[in-house]
Structure formats: structure tokens, C-alpha cells
């Protein structure tokens, strides 16, 4: 539910001829969902939402199976299934605050913009986290790009999944690679772009049913190759919340943005990293 940004407005002004002198901790309503998503990066990657009340998230980790040659217990491995233990940690968010002044004078929604870009930058702290996850876990699935990225080097990412049965669908590089890849005539078709579309959205769907994303977040350099629905969770334990505070003394009145999120890497085979 997405409440219209007036609303916000209203509840803060209201704070102003409640809220006395004296107050010594600020007014707080209850937290509303008021942001729509700002950094498409990040919903690249799919995410659980878990209860309110937790503050960790069991992630089954299946065991592979080696298939026999004839039907047969004695024919079969068996492995038992593991898990993960997802963390949530403390929730993350911006605080934008403004004076009596402000808000009395202004005559246009001026909470809308800013917690747009509230959104954005909270959500891009979030991809950012992915990667440095995925740095930190996903150590023995690497391999050296060339000087200038080459279709080989695309080809050989792709390629370190296949070997362990998993589907790259997702590759993230910085923006100098990314341009890289776009002067590789293997690698696009301009005939298939057909419009500027992925060149300013950072989003490019191509060849070998791989979808490349274009990140400032990424180190340059720097290539993942990930299969998304295989590589981890990202666990959303409170979405998209705001809660309203004043704080008469000091003439402040404002919110607090914030989420409260954990990421983990189940599978470290299913991220293959290239680096220069």
C-alpha cells in the first residue's frame, strides 16, 4: 500500500500544534510504506519477506545427488541437506528533516521527491551490500579478465557456471565494462537493441539468455556472473518504512527512512567473478 505523500505532510504539521516546548523525545506515528523502489539494479535479485517478529531466516542448502547407472539404493549418494542461517540486521535508512518555517510556507508536495530519492539510495546501500557478499564468500569460482574485456572473457564466465550446473542469467560489471561489451560485435546485435532503452537504463538483455546490468556499485575491473535464483537471499525484514519524528526545541520536524534487510550466499559455485 502506498499512501499519496499529502498525508505525510498533514501528520508532520500536525505534530507542530501538538507537540509542546517541553517535549523532551519526538512524536512518532506508526511506520507506513511511502517509497516506491528507486534503484532498479537491486530488483534484479529476488528477495524473501519475513515476518515482523524475526530476526533470521533458516535457507535450505540442497545436497547434490551423484545419479547411478541402475536403479538402486547402493547406486545412489546420498547427501544430506544443509542450511543457512540468514541474519537481519539493524534496519538502515536516512533521516531528512526540515523546520516549522519550511514546512508552513512550502505550497508544493516537497516530501515526494525526497523520499524518492530516499528510496534510491537506501536500496543501492542494499546492492552494494550483494556484491561485497558475494566478494566475501564467493572465493574459489574466479578468473582473470583481458586488458579490455573480450568475448571470451564473457564467454568464460558464462562458462564457470555451466561447469557446476548452474545458469548464469545475471552478469553486473561497472560502467567502463559495460562499455566494453557494447563495441563487441559478438556480443550484440544493434539490429536487436532496436533504441537507446538499455543504453540509459544500465540494462542491457542479450545474447546466451544472460542479462547484463551496469552498476557504479561495481568495482571497475570487476565482473560477477551470478545465477539469481541460485546464488543466496536477500531477506526484507521491514520494507519501505517511514516514520514521522519532531523535535520542538530544535525547530526540526522531519522522517526517517529506513529498511531493515540480511543477505546471504547459499551457493558460492553459482557467482563466478572476473577481474582485471
Known amino acids: 500500500m502506498v499512501i499519496v505523500m499529502g498525508y505525510i505532510e498533514k501528520a508532520i504539521l500536525k505534530h507542530l500544534t501538538e507537540s509542546k516546548a517541553t517535549d523532551a523525545n519526538p512524536q512518532k506515528v506508526m511506520a507506513s510504506e511511502v517509497w ?32 547411478g547407472t541402475s536403479f538402486g539404493a547402493a547406486n545412489v549418494t ?32 516537497a516530501l515526494a521527491p525526497q523520499l524518492k530519492e530516499a528510496g534510491r539510495s537506501i536500496e543501492e546501500k542494499m546492492f552494494a551490500d550483494v556484491l561485497s557478499a ?81 552498476s557504479s556499485k561495481c568495482t571497475d575491473g570487476k565482473m560477477y556472473f551470478i545465477d539469481s535464483s541460485k546464488w543466496g537471499a536477500i531477506g526484507i525484514r521491514r520494507d519501505r518504512k517511514v516514520e514521522e519524528y519532531s523535535y520542538p526545541d530544535d525547530n526540526l520536524y522531519g522522517i526517517v527512512a529506513s529498511v531493515r534487510y540480511g543477505i546471504k550466499v547459499v551457493l558460492e559455485k553459482a557467482v563466478a567473478i572476473g577481474s582485471k
Open 134 to 214: 558475494m566478494d566475501t564468500a564467493c572465493t574459489s569460482n574466479t578468473f582473470t579478465l583481458s586488458g579490455t574485456v573480450t568475448w571470451a572473457n564473457f564467454c568464460t564466465g558464462v562458462g564457470k557456471l555451466a561447469e557446476n550446473d548452474f545458469k548464469c542469467d545475471i552478469v553486473i560489471c561497472h560502467p567502463s565494462e559495460y562499455m566494453e561489451l557494447l563495441q563487441l560485435q559478438q556480443f550484440i546485435d544493434a539490429s536487436y537493441m532496436g533504441s537507446d532503452d538499455p543504453i540509459s537504463t544500465g540494462i542491457l538483455k542479450t545474447t546466451l539468455g544472460v542479462t547484463v546490468v551496469s
Open 36 to 67: 516506491e523502489p528507486g534503484y532498479p539494479q537491486l530488483h534484479t535479485f529476488k528477495t524473501i519477506d519475513i515476518d515482523e517478529g524475526q530476526t533470521s531466516y533458516i535457507i535450505p542448502v540442497p545436497g547434490k545427488l551423484a545419479a
Open 78 to 109: 546420498y547427501v544430506d541437506m544443509t542450511y543457512n542461517t540468514l541474519t537481519l540486521g539493524n534496519p538502515v535508512g536516512i533521516n531528512l528533516g526540515w523546520t516549522r518555517e519550511y514546512l508552513e510556507d512550502c505550497k508544493w508536495d
